[in-house]
């Protein structure tokens, strides 16, 4: 019987070790180093902010080496991962150091740090893939030019890190949505026969971001902090990406996108032009639903996530027509 395993059952083996493994180290490392991450100020503008003050923050930075770490070892990783994880770093990094800051760093900054990783994940995608992108639902390709490519790239990455990084000020709202949606996009990737070495990295991720939950659930005992949404965010744009169908980052992260983008569109508006929207509705997304619907953090994640699943459900029956 043991004569006739094959070197795919090994690999089958190996792969099914990793995934254990992402989770119970994530884990073991969140109880044995959250008590070296900064603590939490507390927000003074958002529902129930204060609450948080004295929490540990940070914890992205975590489940983000954790996840890198068990990439390396059972990833077998191409030199595009491997690009792509050293992204995932800096943008893991560049939070961190923002989540350590006695002084939060500036929007401009922040925002500027994000345009040149989004920047070097379009180099790195088309260096790789080609510009041809696949109309779900009318069931088309279309070749898109290189450069006019690259910087809907820039766009999608740059979009991607922010909105999912302003949605993060529920316990467990943040990294429930991004689970939600990568395993969306994973199933998709699946239909689309996409890269399947990229494919384990984007279930490891998940099970990370599980781990993490475990303690991040309401009443949350850690929080991520900028260090893991910003990660997230990078990930889910080139987990889109990988599928061949980077329009479909709209339905699959839909959530993410009205919770936290709505947020950043009325600011920049207000900011640049001088116009005002929502002006009765408190942003981001998930303060109004607490504040004004009186939903319990409980709800709200349910809630949110339900929305998400219907849309993820929707968005793969549209891929497979």
């Known amino acids: 019987?043991?004569?006739?395993?094959?070197?795919?059952?090994?690999?089958?083996?190996?792969?099914?070790?990793?995934?254990?493994?992402?989770?119970?180290?994530?884990?073991?490392?969140?109880?044995?180093?959250?008590?070296?991450?900064?603590?939490?100020?507390?927000?003074?503008?958002?529902?129930?902010?204060?609450l948080s003050a004295g929490k540990p923050r940070g914890a992205g930075f975590i489940f983000v080496l954790v996840f890198l770490g068990v990439a390396l070892l059972?990833?077998?990783?191409?030199?595009?991962?491997l690009i792509y994880l050293v992204l995932t770093a800096a943008a893991m990094m560049t939070g961190f150091l923002d989540d350590c800051a006695k002084s939060p760093w500036?929007?401009?900054?922040?925002?500027?740090?994000?345009?040149?990783?989004?920047?070097?994940?379009?180099?790195?995608?088309?260096?790789?893939?080609?510009?041809?992108?696949?109309?779900?639902?009318i069931n088309t390709d279309i070749e898109i030019p290189p450069v006019i490519f690259g910087i809907l790239v820039v766009v999608l990455v740059w979009t991607s890190i922010n909105v999912t990084n302003c949605a993060d000020g529920v316990d467990g709202l943040s990294g429930t949505l991004t689970i939600v949606t990568l395993i969306t996009i994973y199933m998709i990737g699946q239909l689309a026969e996409f890269d399947e070495s990229f494919g384990y990295l984007l279930l490891l991720f998940v099970t990370c971001i599980l781990g993490y939950l475990w303690f991040n659930a309401t009443p949350s005992i850690l929080m991520m902090?900028?260090?893991?949404?910003?990660?997230?965010?990078?990930?889910?744009?080139i987990a889109i990406l990988k599928t061949g169908s980077p329009f479909l980052y709209i339905p699959v992260a839909i959530v993410l996108i009205l919770d936290g983008g709505l947020g950043l569109l009325k600011v920049a508006l207000l900011r640049f032009l001088k116009i005002k929207i929502f002006t009765?509705?408190?942003?981001?997304?998930?303060?109004?639903?607490?504040?004004?619907?009186?939903?319990?953090?409980?709800?709200?994640?349910?809630?949110?996530?339900?929305?998400?699943?219907?849309?993820?459900?929707?968005?793969?029956?549209?891929?497979?027509?």
Not at 5 to 33: E, L
């Open 280 to 321: 009765n509705t408190r942003l981001p997304f998930h303060d109004h639903v607490r504040k004004v619907w009186n939903w319990s953090n409980t709800q709200t994640v349910f809630r949110f996530a339900i929305v998400q699943i219907v849309a993820g459900i929707a968005t793969v029956y549209l891929y497979i027509l």
């Open 225 to 237: 902090g900028d260090a893991g949404s910003r990660a997230m965010g990078l990930f889910i744009a």
């Open 74 to 81: 059972f990833g077998g990783l191409e030199r595009e991962n």
């Open 106 to 137: 500036g929007e401009y900054k922040k925002g500027f740090l994000d345009l040149v990783i989004a920047v070097m994940v379009a180099i790195t995608f088309l260096n790789f893939n080609d510009s041809q992108v696949y109309l779900a639902g």
């Open 1 to 50: 019987m043991i004569n006739n395993i094959t070197n795919g059952d090994y690999t089958d083996i190996i792969s099914f070790i990793g995934i254990m493994a992402a989770f119970f180290c994530t884990c073991f490392f969140m109880v044995k180093c959250s008590n070296l991450l900064p603590k939490d100020m507390g927000r003074a503008y958002a529902h129930d902010g204060k």
